[in-house]
């Protein structure tokens, strides 16, 4: 099996994932979509490839001889500015389509792409993957676009595709982005004794799924799950006012937070567990542990850097 992995330098779950193919011995390659006549971030890296049109990348991947694409490339859409919110679902849309003719133009066999929940909206009641989507953000309806032509073009040309719809994905590496994710700078504030922001959400329930549970789902979708669609989400969901009690716990006692469950959730992973043998092994508070250690570990290699 040989992985092309799109995704640029922003792209966290790139890094963990790159590792974690590297220790089950899958060879892999990586490439970032770049506009024409756009400044180039990845220059200086030679491991990773740049393409900007369709063609270049279907020469990458015919040279190589690339088996599947795992599509990181989107960057998630978090402006409140509708103008903002509208020119990055475009752009996003653009590239998924030039990754699919890509594919197309190569002869890829199969292409991974990992969607989120945001795609179901505001649906009450259970909710499985074959129910009808009604997203009401940017994100959720770019996705939403996204998975159709990607299901297009399984039709007309027999690209197969494993689409994952994934919830908020945090414990992701912040030693090479400046951007951090809502868990990683809410424990920080933690740590360092000022007051998290906690958004007033009216008390919604979030879906947390800890880094190392969502590459395992695209990991075993590289040999299963052809041409299906699954919810990777755990079975418990948590308010911020939860998440930073569990935090403080956590830091407080060096314990995990003796808490007796998190809100269960309505997002069935039934059919990911039975297709792809997926369960969810990082619970909140164990996640949370996880990434405290990663900080300090991280604040503990840049301190002995500065010496």
Not at 75 to 81: H, L, R
């Amino acid at each position: 099996m040989r992985v092309l992995i799109t995704g640029g330098q922003e792209n966290e779950m790139k890094y963990a994932l790159m590792e974690e193919l590297k220790n089950k011995k899958i060879h892999y390659i990586t490439a970032e979509h770049q506009r024409e006549n756009s400044v180039c971030s990845s220059l200086g890296n030679s491991d990773v490839y740049i393409f900007s049109t369709s063609r270049e990348l279907a020469e990458l991947l015919m040279m190589q001889q690339i088996n599947c694409v795992i599509h990181l490339s989107n960057k998630t859409i978090t402006s409140n500015s509708m103008k903002d919110s509208f020119d990055q679902s475009e752009e996003n849309i653009a590239c998924t389509v030039e990754v699919l003719e890509a594919c197309v133009q190569a002869k890829v066999n199969k292409i991974i792409f990992p969607s989120s929940i945001a795609v179901y909206g505001d649906i009450t009641g259970n909710i499985t993957e074959e129910m009808t989507l009604q997203p009401v953000l940017f994100e959720g309806l770019s996705k939403k676009i996204e998975e159709k032509y990607i299901q297009t073009y399984h039709t007309l040309y027999n690209l197969s595709y494993t689409i994952l719809r994934f919830p908020i994905v945090y414990g992701q590496p912040s030693i090479h982005n400046q951007n951090e994710g809502m868990m990683e700078a809410t424990i920080k504030k933690v740590l360092e004794n000022r007051p998290p922001i906690i958004f007033d959400d009216d008390g919604q329930k979030k879906h947390l799924l800890y880094i190392s549970d969502a590459i395992e789902a695209i990991i075993s979708s590289i040999y299963k799950g052809e041409n299906e669609v699954f919810n990777i989400c755990p079975e418990e969901k948590f308010s911020m006012k939860e998440v930073v009690a569990i935090i403080q716990s956590a830091i407080k006692d060096d314990t995990f937070y003796a808490m007796e469950e998190g809100e269960k959730n309505r997002i069935s992973a039934r059919k990911a567990q039975l297709q792809l043998g997926w369960h969810c092994k990082v619970s909140v508070a164990q996640g949370i542990r996880f990434v405290i250690e990663d900080i300090k570990h991280n604040e503990g290699q840049t301190n002995q850097t500065l010496k």
